[in-house]
């Protein structure tokens, strides 16, 4: 009764539409052939409505009403057209009101088939539970196993193989690529570790004070040539260029971390030997640091709270290198053979490898350098366009990082992070 309530609304909101449309000013006159095409919209639209609460109505027939709606219909001579089972029908049940169509497939259905139960549509198979065991068992012997090979050593389609194991709530997580350690590496990562840490527990700007700093060649053909850069964009910049693939273009990169800025970025055109560092620390990086951090009773001194940290590249093991970051940083700078000794095979630890790299590569490539010079500008200018408090909260994950290395005794503890 609703619906037959809700059917004249509808019809008698359409119909009025279509008639004030009909004697709108000319300057808007819909043209009778239109009247009409509109006029007979409103009935189909009626009829598709009446269509789908009939099937509705059918659907949701008890059992009980169709057997009753075939004892109205009646057998041999005795029995009754579609319009008395109808009106009998919708006598007794009001709630339940049915078309004469409703009769006619009831009694169609019955000749056909010999019964008058409602099957729902199959939709998709379930599959049995000993196989869903044997799926899961499979991925607990296996946690490397391919949905596709599970499918079809249990005879199921892939879909289900997945369906099955969402339902169980079991991800496919990625490999996730690290470092190589050797067997002492752990011991020196813990120790470098609890020393940072000990240090910024009695000094909690020492990490900020630190002049964390790397290198990394970046080809023009898109891809960082970096043994330990292990950041990927997350999206296919669909790059490609021909290039001479035995000799690549590339620039070579310098940059140092430091409080909430970025020292650099300085470029080498030719491979990095111990005298061409101890010249850019020299005659680049110095002037660079004496200016922005000045000692503040000797102006050709650095600040006394400034400390250096390279890691164990040969260039940076050199004598005269060390040398003269004995004599620069006389105490204060971190690597290999220095006064704090840098643990090898740990990019982890510094906040150049588990950011800058990465994040630059992103950047850049997504803006497809043509040349040396171009892929130079876009490094500059990337740079430029971190935010002070970006690195200033790089330097914080840095001690976070150091407390991860300890938790698991020096060993790789990318998992710890969130």
């Not at 898109?222 to 990927?232: F, I």
């Not at 620390?281 to 001194?301: D, G, K, Q, S, T």
């Not at 366009?385 to 330097?395: A, D, G």
């Amino acid at each position: 009764m609703l619906f037959s309530f809700v059917l004249v609304i509808l019809r008698y909101i359409l119909i009025e539409i279509v008639i004030c449309c009909y004697f709108l000013p000319c300057s808007v006159f819909i043209s009778p052939v239109l009247f009409n095409i509109c006029y007979c919209f409103v009935f189909i639209f009626e009829h598709l409505l009446l269509r789908i609460y009939f099937k509705i109505i059918m659907a949701h027939l008890s059992e009980t009403q169709r057997i009753e709606i075939l004892i109205l219909i009646g057998c041999g001579d005795e029995t009754r057209t579609q319009q008395e089972v109808y009106n009998l029908f919708n006598a007794k049940y009001p709630d339940r009101v049915i078309s004469r169509s409703t009769v006619s497939k009831i009694d169609k259905k019955f000749r056909e088939t010999g019964h008058v139960t409602h099957i729902a549509h199959a939709g998709r198979p379930k599959i049995n539970e000993n196989v869903k065991l044997n799926i899961l068992l499979a991925v607990e012997d296996d946690p490397h196993s391919n949905s596709r090979q599970i499918a079809a050593d249990h005879q199921v389609s892939q879909r289900s193989v997945l369906r099955v194991l969402r339902a169980e709530r079991y991800h496919p997580y990625k490999v996730q690529l690290v470092q190589e350690l050797n067997e002492d590496d752990t011991d020196r990562r813990m120790e470098f570790c609890e020393i940072m840490q000990n240090r910024c527990d009695r000094n909690p700007l020492f990490i900020y004070n630190v002049l964390f700093s790397d290198e990394a060649t970046f080809c023009l053909n898109g891809t960082v040539k970096r043994q330990n850069c292990r950041y990927w964009s997350n999206e296919n910049p669909h790059w490609i260029s021909e290039v001479h693939t035995q000799y690549p273009q590339k620039v070579n990169v310098w940059a140092g971390i430091i409080h909430n800025k970025i020292i650099g970025p300085f470029f080498f055109e030719q491979i990095l030997t111990g005298q061409r560092y101890l010249e850019f620390l020299r005659n680049e990086l110095m002037p660079v640091l004496l200016e922005a951090f000045p000692n503040n009773n000797n102006p050709n001194l650095l600040d006394d709270n400034i400390w250096f940290q390279q890691d164990g590249a040969l260039p940076h093991v050199a004598h005269p290198v060390r040398e003269f970051l004995n004599n620069s940083f006389p105490e204060r700078w971190i690597g290999r053979r220095g006064p704090i000794e840098w643990p090898p095979r740990s990019p982890d630890l510094i906040p150049l490898d588990f950011f800058l790299w990465g994040y630059l590569k992103s950047k850049v490539y997504a803006e497809k350098p043509l040349n040396v010079d171009a892929l130079k500008n876009c490094i500059s200018a990337e740079i430029r366009n971190i935010s002070p408090q970006f690195i200033y909260n790089t330097l914080k994950e840095c001690m976070n990082r150091f407390a991860y290395c300890q938790e698991v005794g020096g060993g790789h503890f990318e998992q710890l992070i969130k």
